[in-house]
């Protein structure tokens, strides 16, 4: 059976509610487990962190991470809503800065075994939201709605 049998059926108008809707639930459901599996993560090295008899020699991959505090003998991360303590001494990081930092699990907590900067974070994220303007822009710009469907304009 051809994939253009398959798929043509779903394209009819008396079928767009429901493919509309299945997508819908596709796509919260791709979200929720999603969300799961990085909480779920996070809760394991928090746990890892506060109890390190529990996971000896454990690698801890923070991404993406917010630098809250700095001190002579290592620096606290902020981890989505959990602020993790890395020992071992970065060159010079400042809190607000956006690093990426690998550490390992020790008996005395989260041993720092690499951190890699991230200065263009900002610059990105803000580039990112001028592209998402811009495209609403040009939606809203050259479609509109006709009968129920988005169609050009002109």
Same mark, same amino acid.
């Given at each position: 059976?051809?994939?253009?049998?398959?798929?043509?059926?779903?394209?009819?108008?008396?079928?767009?509610?429901?493919?509309?809707?299945?997508?819908?639930?596709?796509?919260?459901?791709?979200?929720?487990?999603? &969300?799961?599996? !990085?909480?779920?993560?996070?809760?394991? %090295?928090?746990?890892?962190? *506060?109890? +390190? $008899? =529990?996971? #000896? /020699?454990?690698?801890?991959?923070?991404?993406?991470?917010?630098?809250?505090?700095?001190?002579?003998? &290592?620096?606290? !991360?902020?981890?989505?809503?959990?602020? %993790?303590?890395?020992?071992? *001494?970065? +060159? $010079? =990081?400042? #809190? /607000?800065?956006?690093?990426?930092?690998?550490?390992?699990?020790?008996?005395?907590?989260?041993?720092?075994?690499?951190?890699?900067?991230?200065?263009?974070?900002? %610059?990105?994220?803000?580039?990112?939201?001028?592209? =998402?303007?811009?495209?609403?822009?040009?939606?809203?710009?050259?479609?509109?709605?006709?009968?129920?469907?988005?169609?050009?304009?002109?």
């Amino acid at each position: 059976m051809s994939l253009q049998r398959l798929v043509a059926p779903l394209l009819h108008d008396t079928r767009r509610a429901w493919v509309w809707l299945g997508c819908v639930a596709l796509a919260a459901g791709l979200i929720f487990a999603h &969300g799961e599996r !990085v909480s779920r993560r996070e809760a394991e %090295l928090v746990t890892c962190a *506060a109890n +390190p $008899a =529990l996971c #000896p /020699g454990r690698k801890a991959f923070l991404a993406l991470v917010e630098v809250v505090a700095v001190d002579s003998t &290592g620096f606290s !991360v902020l981890k989505q809503m959990n602020v %993790l303590r890395i020992d071992g *001494a970065a +060159p $010079a =990081l400042r #809190p /607000g800065e956006t690093v990426s930092v690998i550490a390992a699990v020790q008996p005395g907590g989260l041993a720092l075994l690499s951190v890699e900067r991230h200065p263009w974070r900002g %610059l990105k994220r803000a580039l990112g939201m001028i592209g =998402l303007g811009l495209t609403g822009l040009v939606m809203a710009i050259g479609l509109r709605l006709h009968g129920g469907r988005l169609v050009e304009r002109g």
